[in-house]
Every structure is written in structure tokens, then in C-alpha cells.
């Protein structure tokens, strides 16, 4: 007979994070595999006919404003673009002489 543990393990995945190794990147991680489980337990309560459509679309609709506040809070991604860039870039003069 399988533990607890398997059982838990077998209905709640939970997969090791792979990127960056920062506090916040783990955080945003383990928030994020939690939406995944709830939006998939949502479905399959709509599904299963168990809750309303519309019962189903608001209740992820408020799962992915926890996670996008999360992400938010975290500070996650704001240093994708924030990089600065030479402004005598070549493919500008190329672009002015064609």
C-alpha cells in the first residue's frame, strides 16, 4: 500500500526550480506551481460539473491576480529591460544610408 507521502507526491507534484537561484525567483516558482494545481483543480470541478462556469472563470481570474500581485511584490522581471544602451549603435548609421 502506497504512504501518505507517495500519495501526496502523486496528486501534488512539486518539480525542483532550474534557474536563477535567487530568493525571490524560488518564491515566484513555488506561487506559480500553486496556480497551476488550483487553476487545474478549478477545471476539473467545472468539468466534473460541480461548479458554474462563470463560478469557475472568476475564481482563476482571482488566483491570477494573487499570482500577478505576487510577481509584482517580488519584483520579478523589472530588470529585463532596464538595460542601457549605447546610443552610436551601427545599425542605426547603416539603416540612415540605405
Known amino acids: 500500500m502506497a504512504s501518505n507521502q507517495d ?3 502523486f496528486f501534488h507534484p512539486r518539480y ?3 534557474g ?7 518564491v515566484f516558482n ?3 506551481q500553486e496556480f497551476a494545481q488550483e487553476v487545474s483543480y478549478i477545471c476539473n470541478l ?3 460539473g460541480k461548479i458554474k462556469p462563470g463560478q469557475a472563470y472568476h475564481k482563476i481570474k482571482d ?3 494573487k499570482l ?4 509584482e511584490e517580488l519584483k520579478i522581471g523589472d530588470n529585463l529591460f532596464n ?5 552610436n549603435d551601427d545599425d542605426s548609421t547603416e539603416n540612415d544610408k540605405s
Open 7 to 9: 500519495k501526496d507526491d
Open 68 to 71: 500577478k500581485l505576487s510577481k
Open 46 to 48: 467545472e468539468t466534473a
Open 30 to 32: 513555488a506561487n506559480l
Open 83 to 87: 538595460q542601457e544602451f549605447d546610443d
Open 20 to 26: 536563477e537561484v535567487k530568493p525571490e525567483n524560488i
Open 63 to 65: 488566483l491570477w491576480k
Open 16 to 18: 525542483p526550480y532550474r
